[in-house]
């Protein structure tokens, strides 16, 4: 036996009902009454003015009432246009984190998903979360390190992220649905989007496997579905359709907006078409030149629904593309949507309510495009009601609007369960300045939450019914971050040096907020760490406390009379492993040092390094006796003290030379060094020599003279005077 289905498809510019017959999967059109909104009623898909929408389905239901008898029951779709659609994306931090499993990336799609839900929600000042039903996503890319990767599947890296596009619809289009249908007497026996109604009956579920765009274009906008993978993955819309085209006609002819609607649909059957202009006047214009003139708005149409079905469908051009709806039947349409997604023309039809399966219709109603959609809304009554679906989330009753294969995931978005509650909070990190630079020890990762449906272990991919109990058992916080000073100063840092056949084990200097500290020092949050390695032969010096050694490889150096004077061979010899080091030179563990000292040097031996006269002595002979005279040329004063010829001098010493007796040498000053003298009781002449010549006391003598006194005794007689 048969049933009859009644059907409403409200639109933005007019109310359509159907009566649908059904007799064992096979549909009959029995009859189809369109009216107009005579006020702007509807407004992008939503219900403005109920009262008005409530007495336009009013009269529909009356004068289809008359025909086909009482009408309680009616199935309605919400407007694709009324839909949603955001873009979001979200990263987290997964360095040191196990590898991606299925689980992590379904719960990282349900923060993105809720991220564009928080999008949609931020300019509206009373907004909540269960003001929108998610009806599906599909993921655009995944990122990997700013990479972008097919999958997180079994990957590790230090940063993850996700994109998706959402479809949102606002939970007042139910509402306001519903209430118009009270207003007329009339109780709702279905409800479906008007994307999927037509998906349903021309695109079976056997086909949903394959990647197909579906168009329903109407008067102010063209709604968009995409199928992939068995399920419809995104919606959008654009606002541009059958209303530009028509726009275009009245602007190139002058034309009233009514009569360029006619003179659209001419083109679809005349040759020739006949336009009465604003003025008056009647002309016939050939179908091209029409067509010419209407071709911009037909590319600019095309360019919209393509670009938008690209975005939709991350990108990539669907298998095919089917077409809709009156705004369908624009001339060239097909065409040019063709150049825009380089599809060939044979991948993109126009579908009219012929190509629905097992429906047959009444002969005054014509198979047209705009019919796909209301025929599918009640055929979607019949197959494929959608209802609302109640279950707890942790003792919380939750409804849903089921629209598709409901999961865990869904539930809790209309639960608002924020997604970081899927996951224990990560914990508390060390935030420390090394040798002046800020490094933070992360706390450990939390635990995933665990999911229980029905008190077996689910995921959020795990699908729900009515009835269904899911608890949320939250999971474990991380653990706060511990470090020592140990890891954060490599061990390779302690290094065992000998020097001079003595082993040093040097470890890092450290202070920790100014006090010292060893490797094994536990770290606190705003730590400051100080610390001092051995990197170079200077370095191992200065940690061992060899400061007296450190000073001898210094270049010798001394200040003389106010002048510097480099001495390196009086330096000690670096040696490391044998070989001739530097100070600046690196040390690695067990090298070697060894080194030889060298004695400082004399005052004399700077003086004769500076031509400066010490002591002027000269070597003589006097009365067969060899002399040596000397005398103090030069005083020389270390470090402002007076010291002898003999003295060492250490390095940085500041060294004075001061003149003393420049004088030359006379015979006279023989008499200072020699013991020789005139016999007492000698009483006569004497004759002074200077190498066999007669000379005087005061004449100048050198070194090498032979010098002489000849006495000449005198007479005896000459004595005793």
Partial sequence: MSSKLFALDIGTRSVVGIILAEDNDRFHVEDILVKEHKERAMVDGQIHNVMYVADLINEIKHELEEKHGPLTKVSVAAAGRSLKTEQASVAINIRNRPIFTEEDISRLELQAVQQAQQQLLQHKEDAKISHYYCVGYSVLYYRLDGEEIGSLLDQQGDEAQIEVIATFLPRVVVESLIAALKRADLEMDALTLEPIAAINVLIPPTMRRLNVALVDIGAGTSDIAITDKSTVVAYGMVPTAGDEITEALSDHYLLD???????????????????????????????????????????QLAKAIGEEI??????????????????????????????VLDLPANRIAVRGIDAIQNLTKEDHIKASPELVTPIGIAIAAKKMPIQYMSLTVNEQVVRLFELKEMTVADAFLAANIRAKQLYGKPGHGLSVNVNGQDIFIPGGHGQPAEILVNGHQASTKTMIKTGDAIQLIEGQDGQPAIATVRDIVDDASIKTITIQHTKYVIEPQITVSGSPASLDSALNDRDVVMFEIAETVEDVFKLT???????????????????????PEFSAHLMMNGKPSKMSYAVQDSDVITFQQQSFPTVQRIADQMNVLLEDKIIIHFQNEVLELKKMANEVLVNHVVVSPLSTVPNGAIISFKEKDRSRWIYQDVFRFSNWQLPTTFKGNFTILRNGQPASFDMEIFGGDKLEILLEIAPISEQMR
Avoid at 310 to 332: D, E, F, H, Q, Y
Avoid at 556 to 567: M, R, S
């Fill in 310 to 339: 690209l975005r939709l469908n991350n990108r990539i051009a669907p298998k095919a593309v089917m077409l809709v709806g009156g705004g369908s039947l624009t001339p060239n349409l097909t065409t040019e949507l063709g150049l």
């Fill in 545 to 567: 406390n060899n400061w007296e050694l450190l000073k001898q490889f210094e270049s010798f150096y001394i200040q003389v009379d106010g002048k510097p004077l480099y001495l």
């Fill in 257 to 299: 907006f009514p009569v360029a609607e006619k003179a659209k649909r001419q083109l679809q059957t005349e040759e020739e078409i006949l336009i009465q202009d604003i003025l008056g006047f009647d002309q016939f214009y050939p179908k091209e030149d029409v067509l010419q003139a209407i071709d911009p708005a037909v590319k």
